[in-house]
């Protein structure tokens, strides 16, 4: 707790959105990663706004410079710090609306929190975009975790507001061709008539000045047994934390999550067997982790985004400058759905989890050390 | 991260089913604390086993000895440590077992995690008996809150199995009498005939050798505006961090949580108004949060828990020591469902996690100092 | 920083002088390490009173439980707690004096820092008693560093009041059988003659009343190069941090210390040189630190203890109740040197620092991990 | 301990000497700081080099940047992040050099560290230059503690070499006028002929290419009683944490230090005695610091600083490409002693310290909050 994530690596993130800057420190790192920064400049292209019209058309050209702790192409250990500057923000048009209080953002909470001094332009320190820095951290994380242990990481949209995709989470999702393709795509599904649906349904509230909201899959393969403790350090624990700190994310499950509450244990308990040598289980109800321990099989999980508090509708606010009701009419581009951007939020998380833990049993590793 | 959870006060929880004691250490207490420990019996007989049929019927007898941090009936400031010996343990009858690993128990996991070197005796740390310290360290917190602030906690069964409680989780538990008195009900529902299906379900399990799971719903009147921060340090996070620590908590929801996803924009946002000075949402599907920070409304969220893995029914798995596939029947005394017993679990994370944001904002408030 | 010291291991302490325990969480430790308990009543016996009549005549009898993380003889992983029971304390003693601030204790300033709720009895959780847990966690991180690296970690009595011990602190102690038998002395010097005079030295002041000081100085071999890093994880920051927990404590040094301060560069500097494959310097100026890393040379570090504050004679103190001054007259059996009794609790810090140290470039190593 | 230090706050510092930038982040802060730029220069300005023939020649224009949590002239509460950029470094000259170890630089110990990755072009994260951030941090806390209650910290020469300046450390420094006086001189000291001399002492180490070590002491007056708690979180722990932290400091005490040892009981304790309704000491030779809590005496400290290892003197040290012995003559423009820019460091040690503690007990203090 606190701004900073992390146990053996430590993470911290600042910025606003029209401050001169937003970065994000990276410690702990170890030292010679060998870092590829267009594989980086790929996974924030898919964080980018202004892709595609299902996004913001807002371009935020989010180029990332790094101030330390990288030498030579490769990590130094010492912390990696780093920035994006904030270009050509028109914070004028913020001004007029400071003081209504746009409803399920922020800004009246960020209020109180900051007694006012927050600062407002562009939702500050709230905004949306503070998850660059995510992506970016949580990028050099899934290349090692790539590189070293073969860990592949992809999400889905396993639903955008009713529309749902194909699949029963906690069994199939093996495929990893198919896993792999989900990264060039907006709208990753099983089911790709889905994803046509997603869109429409995307567009139409668009249309009508709203917005939506879905639920993105995630899955870790070939994460090795035994990451994670019981009670306060559990895998689900640090990774739930991490999934919490994104904006717009109001749930939370791994495995089969609030639909193993269904099931009898008999239904629901993965049972073990030897695949050879190898430890697995016949079903996957609990998501790749037990008992805060992930135990080889698929890590799975769940996450909820609300859709986006900025819609063109009119809508019922306070002025907390005159302490009077208004109502507020946003204007400027919003994301009629945040969903596709948040793909690659979500998938750094994991791998900024994973990357903790690992450190954790296998230490530094120094190649000189000794 | 760590075995230790908490920013301005730090938890720690230890010990093993089988070994000499349970127990915890509760760091950054203000000095000054009244402690009621009658209070805290209340609330640890509430976890307790072996009050009802719904429950397993071994009797713990969870006495807790506090060893420091404690004088004169107030705490000193200085770290409160308390145990919960255990007793009379037939730590034999698992020595036959400890070879089998029990399906969605930490049994494989922790083995690989501790490399063989953990208690096994009942489940050794990974026993749900190790949510007892958070009990008691969670009633020292509610005793605070309502005592300062004049807040409360109250959680119900939102679900059993298929069966659903009444009550649309965002907008209604405001009859505080009603919240109350969940706490004197071993499944506390808005509809009591609810209840008595619930109970139904339970013990038709229960007959066949088997287990339930559920959801468990918590809500947190009176609490402040302004706790929390964004991104790593967001109300949310933190307390999903202590919610995922509690074992077969699968899923974690605030306010509508998946359910929101489904919504538009213009249904999900919570408009706001002045209610007099006081700052109002017309609903609350944030479920008190927004931007990681409380916003005033009630506080709400949803954890969803495994039907208990300990099951009479015979299940494949391995056996860890010959490396081959076995049988598995369980013995012995076990809950066929523990959501009533996790009840004061959930209220204590909640109480534990509002008490760690308000010491960020109030200090210790010492009433010597300056 | 907080009542938790450590970054891959965590270490914490609780109690008061006469509550129910004292004890200590050692939690972050790799499974499977042999824990020989004998081992660890021998160190807790050098730091126990009543041994000699250098120490106060109070016998406390320093019997640890251990009451979870620890199975078979072996770490289980899991958190480590132990507790040493508080026997028969006359606590109606302190009831006399408890509102007499006595000098150089933290009576005054813990009476303000918690308001009055502290535990005033036997110095509460301000006494010297709370470094026995240290000493305990430190004995079992010293057996592991001895038994995987071979490190040896010795102290010797520098300074009692005037009298000096021979040597010079950065060039000789490389006399592994002299540093070895330290442990069994009560003021081991490197000149036997001098532990004499020191011993006659304090024997003059207990029978005047009044108490002494003295400088610790500790040294560590076979620590192996490359722990620690720059700025705020220096190991020279972290172990300091540790030392100034010890009450009593007042200055730390490393290497030359204060003396290197009076050099000019050109003496100062430790030059280096091939020892076959070996690096070496030719001097320890440093301590076997630079750049806040190790660097293979002896760790040297002194440590400054002041005289005990209880003392015999009167003295002018402040009546904390009525706001008037008074006199003192201190009663009781106290220890007229504590320096004999602080080398353990000096050695288990420099065990707990390399320990913590250690597991980050090493990490848990699990046997059966991977 | 990790590279972020502080409880209530959290601070850390990234960088390397030819890195793109240097700089830190300032998590926790209160909202609503005013801050003033210039002052922060002013300090800044004590540290920079080029400012004397006592320093380095070289010019190195420390401007900061602000990045973010900054608004309209107040902190915003959020993390303040603030980079200073590396101007025309002549990295090349390195080149030749990267090999040879220097002397108690980090050169070596950070090549095992970093596994050789590191970047050694000027000291790389081991450069004094990492200093600089910590002045600018420590510059926002002096001001807020100078602006909330009236807090100054000064520090002085205490000696350079065998030159010693006036006064005992332990009971004297009470004129706010001489303490405020400090600031603007190169080698503040008691007797400003003892100035005129140690500033021929550094220079006659220069000419002959040699350097110069000293001793800092630092005094902080009207600090509140109550800050701090025994044991890990003690308000030396901390401060001698953070002080360790800065390269070249080889020894801390507090008060008389090392000095104390060498009292009995009787001289060394500070008798109380109230003053009007005000608690006071006789004297003060624990430093305004007893059982780990500040005590409303001036708090004072001292730190010992080795000799800056660059000296154009021929030294043997090691090639680490070659495995061999060789001679090493080390060119370019040095600090010959580097006391005055430390200075304004062991200040901003102390001022973040104090501060840490401040908002633990005290709260943020939100002027909306509640």
């Known amino acids: 707790m606190s701004s900073i994530w992390g146990n053996k690596i430590k993470i911290s993130i600042f910025g606003e959105s029209h401050s001169n800057a937003i970065g994000g420190v990276f410690d702990g790192l170890p030292p010679g990663i060998k870092i590829d920064l267009d594989e980086i400049m790929v996974e924030m292209g898919r964080r980018a706004p202004g892709k595609s019209n299902l996004s913001t058309e807002r371009s935020e050209g989010d180029i990332p410079e790094i101030l330390s702790g990288y030498f030579n192409g490769y990590t130094t250990g010492t912390p990696l710090a780093f920035m994006i500057k904030n270009g050509n923000t028109r914070s004028k048009d913020y001004d007029e609306l400071k003081n209504l209080m746009r409803p399920s953002h922020g800004d009246y909470t960020g209020n ?3 007694s006012g001094y927050g600062d407002y332009r562009g939702g500050g320190h709230f905004s949306g975009r503070l998850t660059a820095p995510l992506v970016f951290m949580g990028s050099i994380a899934k290349q090692y975790l790539a590189e070293k242990k073969g860990i592949l990481i992809a999400s889905r949209v396993k639903s955008i507001g009713n529309i749902m995709d194909d699949g029963d989470e906690c069994t199939y999702i093996l495929d990893e061709e198919m896993l792999k393709s989900f990264k060039n795509k907006r709208l990753p599904t099983i089911n790709s008539a889905k994803s046509i649906e997603m869109e429409e ?6 249309k009508r000045g709203d917005s939506t909201g879905g639920v993105i899959q995630c899955v870790c393969l070939h994460v090795p047994v035994g990451l994670g403790s019981p009670i306060f350090e559990s895998f689900e624990s640090s990774l739930a934390h991490l999934l919490f700190s994104v904006p717009a994310v109001k749930g939370v ?3 089969k999550g609030f639909d193993i509450a269904k099931l009898y244990g008999s239904q629901a308990n993965d049972e073990l067997y030897y695949d050879g040598e190898v430890v697995k289980n016949y079903t996957n109800n609990n998501g790749g982790i037990v008992g ?7 890590i799975l999980f769940n996450v909820a985004v609300k859709p986006t508090p900025s ?4 809508q019922r606010t306070i002025n907390i400058e005159t302490g009077k009701d208004e109502v507020l009419n946003v204007k400027g581009r919003h994301d009629p759905c945040i969903i596709p951007r948040a793909l690659p939020v979500v998938e750094a998380c994991a791998a900024l989890n994973i990357f903790d833990y690992l450190l954790q049993v296998e230490g530094l590793n120094n190649e000189r050390y000794k």
């Open 112 to 114: 109180i929190r900051y």
């Open 201 to 206: 349904y995307i567009l139409e509230a668009k």
């Open 253 to 255: 499950e791994f495995g």
């Open 292 to 298: 805060g321990i992930t135990n080889g099989m698929p």
């Open 311 to 314: 819609i063109a509708k009119p």
